[in-house]
């Protein structure tokens, strides 16, 4: 990587080297560190979430990850961990179409239960947010499956295959599928997640190959591997 590549360009590459959304956390936790550029001419301008925007995206991630015996994710920043991924890496209309969807989310919860989601008590909140996330789980998986077949036949035909750039599907993940998929990423990123949750050794011992998960050490997941 060349030494006059900006770190937006570094984060961007790598985001797109490595296939997007679970890319982007993991690269922004090692450059985390970085100074923050200034903005150069013509650089879209930072996200920033409104109040009640930043309000609907803390508690979905406390929903998602809650405390318990360990930090969850508003102990660890994970709110602004996704608007710091969304301002450095992705596109304005990424941007855009994720404050579009979280709009519509808020909307979907007044038309059904006559209130804005934040006003909602903790367990229709939960529950509402279940329904929502379960029908982005089914209509990604329809897709997916829909984008295989498609991939299949055109194997199995005799035309040239078109040359391919996305791993994925085009269109990104839905709102809710593209918070959790952050959230996921910036808490385990994060010194409580990879340490308390996960196991961490700095110095790794022998290698065990091939072992279940609770013969593992404490029988927790490696943070590293």
Same mark, same amino acid.
């Given at each position: 990587?060349?030494?006059?590549m900006n770190?937006? +360009? #570094?984060? *961007?590459?790598?985001?797109?080297?490595?296939?997007?959304? #679970?890319?982007?956390?993991?690269?922004?936790?090692v450059?985390g560190?970085? $100074? *923050?550029?200034?903005?150069?001419?013509?650089?879209?301008?930072?996200? &920033?979430?409104?109040? $009640? +925007?930043?309000?609907?995206?803390? *508690?979905?991630?406390?929903?998602?990850?809650? *405390?318990?015996?360990?930090p969850? #994710?508003?102990?660890?920043?994970?709110?602004?961990?996704? %608007?710091?991924?969304?301002?450095?890496?992705?596109?304005?209309?990424?941007?855009?179409?994720?404050?579009? +969807?979280?709009?519509?989310?808020?909307? %979907?919860?007044?038309? /059904?239960?006559?209130?804005?989601?934040? /006003?909602? /008590?903790?367990p229709?909140?939960?529950?509402? !947010?279940?329904?929502?996330?379960?029908?982005?789980?089914?209509?990604?998986?329809?897709?997916?499956?829909?984008? &295989?077949?498609?991939?299949? &036949?055109?194997?199995?035909?005799?035309?040239?295959?078109?040359?391919?750039?996305?791993?994925?599907?085009?269109?990104? &993940?839905?709102?809710?599928?593209?918070t959790?998929?952050?959230?996921?990423?910036?808490f385990?990123? $994060? /010194?409580?997640?990879?340490?308390?949750?996960?196991?961490? !050794?700095?110095?790794?011992g022998?290698?065990?190959?091939?072992?279940?998960?609770?013969?593992?050490?404490?029988?927790?997941?490696?943070?590293?591997?």
């Amino acid at each position: 990587m060349g030494a006059t590549m900006n770190r937006r +360009e #570094a984060l *961007r590459r790598g985001a797109l080297l490595l296939g997007g959304m #679970a890319s982007v956390p993991s690269i922004l936790g090692v450059l985390g560190g970085c $100074s *923050r550029e200034p903005a150069a001419s013509g650089t879209p301008a930072p996200l &920033r979430f409104g109040e $009640s +925007e930043q309000a609907i995206v803390e *508690r979905i991630v406390d929903i998602m990850i809650p *405390r318990t015996d360990t930090p969850g #994710a508003l102990d660890v920043g994970v709110p602004a961990f996704i %608007a710091t991924a969304l301002e450095e890496v992705y596109s304005q209309d990424v941007r855009d179409r994720y404050l579009e +969807e979280l709009h519509e989310f808020d909307a %979907a919860a007044r038309q /059904e239960h006559g209130k804005p989601f934040l /006003e909602l /008590e903790p367990p229709v909140q939960q529950a509402f !947010l279940q329904r929502i996330h379960d029908a982005a789980i089914e209509d990604e998986t329809a897709r997916s499956a829909r984008y &295989r077949d498609q991939l299949a &036949r055109e194997i199995r035909g005799d035309a040239p295959l078109e040359q391919r750039t996305q791993i994925r599907p085009s269109g990104g &993940r839905p709102f809710v599928l593209a918070t959790k998929q952050l959230a996921l990423h910036g808490f385990f990123v $994060s /010194e409580p997640g990879a340490t308390q949750v996960l196991q961490y !050794l700095p110095i790794p011992g022998a290698y065990h190959g091939c072992l279940p998960v609770n013969e593992a050490g404490n029988g927790k997941r490696w943070a590293t591997s």
